[in-house]
């Protein structure tokens, strides 16, 4: 069986979207530091950034509480959309994203039994450290049960991944709400229900650098990797052949991109449908090529997050509405009109 590799566009092209997302990108986020219920000139916000203003009143609005929720956005955002692209290659399914494979709701159920029951405060940890430990033994204990149950006799497809995957899912997600309806408390029972919404309006500055330096980890594993990830979209046999070991090489892929969900779910809370919008648009645009697709594909989830967020702000003020919601009122038709269609460079 001969291997096509995706198509790709050309390299004019290929820098033009790059240019244009991180001109996308910068603008939604200079957008985000000046609108609110305080509004702030674009130039004063500019000149705040990059030390060139005198004293100012804004000057803490915008570094201190608006500056870690749009970092933190743009993280969370360009790590989603690279995993749902990853997972998409993995499963061969154009509808594979972190949530339909369980991977949000074992991080979810991780984070939610760490703030009913305050694991690890008695042993004075900060939630910095419990929270993101917590999401990651939830997505991995999500994955061993998603392998555990599309394993037969040896051999795994991506169908019966995909159905195990939404199997722990809903059982991981009804889990979560009965932990948090017995809450005894009631201010954790809140807690744990707003950050099952999805929201960035907790961000601090001291949340950044765990998501931070694994997402940029983790993102260039995957980069490397793209040529695997490539041959997975010929399918399994056709990789094979090829001389992918593709059980060794999913598990692995599988684990990596479990490690990455659970470290942004932890900061975030459960915001659905950006890796499996984003990854369709940017294949649109420069084919699906991983070497190339990758980059572009974290650019446009960055900015698409710190823009919802943005709107999640503005929309309903006072009311600063979780993003979460937003997301899924986007993504939602969006699932829908793809399920109409066969996404270009995907196979169906």
């Not at 593709?246 to 890796?275: E, K, N």
């Amino acid at each position: 069986m001969s291997c096509k590799t995706p198509p790709a566009r050309g390299p004019l092209r290929y820098t033009l979207v790059l240019t244009v997302l991180a001109a996308a990108l910068a603008a939604a986020m200079i957008a985000g530091l000046a609108l609110g219920q305080v509004r702030i000139p674009a130039g004063q916000v500019v000149e705040i950034v990059t030390g060139q203003a005198g004293p100012s009143p804004f000057r803490t609005i915008v570094l201190d509480v608006r500056m870690p929720r749009i970092l933190l956005g743009a993280i969370v955002g360009a790590g989603l959309a690279v995993v749902g692209t990853v997972l998409q290659a993995l499963v061969r399914n154009p509808l594979a994203d972190p949530y339909l494979l369980g991977i949000s709701s074992g991080a979810s159920a991780g984070v939610v039994l760490v703030i009913v029951f305050g694991i690890g405060g008695g042993l004075g940890l900060a939630t910095t450290v419990t929270m993101p430990a917590g999401a990651f033994a939830g997505s991995l204990l999500a994955l061993v049960l998603v392998y555990t149950l599309a394993r037969r006799g040896g051999q795994m497809t991506g169908t019966r991944l995909v159905l195990a995957g939404v199997a722990v899912a809903y059982v991981l997600s009804a889990l979560t709400s009965l932990v948090m309806v017995t809450s005894a408390k009631r201010e954790q029972f809140q807690e744990a229900m707003y950050w099952t919404l999805g929201g960035l309006g907790s961000a601090r500055w001291d949340m950044l650098p765990l998501p931070a330096v694994v997402l940029a980890a983790g993102t260039v594993l995957l980069v490397a990797l793209a040529r695997p990830l490539d041959l997975m979209l010929v399918g399994e046999e056709g990789a094979t052949v090829l001389g992918l070991d593709t059980s060794r090489f999913r598990a692995g892929v599988f684990v990596l991109t479990s490690l990455v969900t659970g470290v942004l779910v932890s900061v975030s809370g459960a915001i659905g449908f950006i890796g499996l919008l984003v990854p369709h648009a940017a294949r649109m645009l420069v084919g699906a090529s991983h070497r190339t697709l990758l980059p572009v594909v974290a650019l446009a989830g960055a900015a698409f997050l710190v823009l919802a967020d943005l709107g999640a702000r503005v929309i309903a003020e006072p009311q600063d509405i979780p993003v979460g919601i937003l997301t899924a009122l986007i993504g939602g038709p969006f699932f829908l009109w793809l399920l109409r269609r066969r996404p270009e460079g995907m196979p169906s």
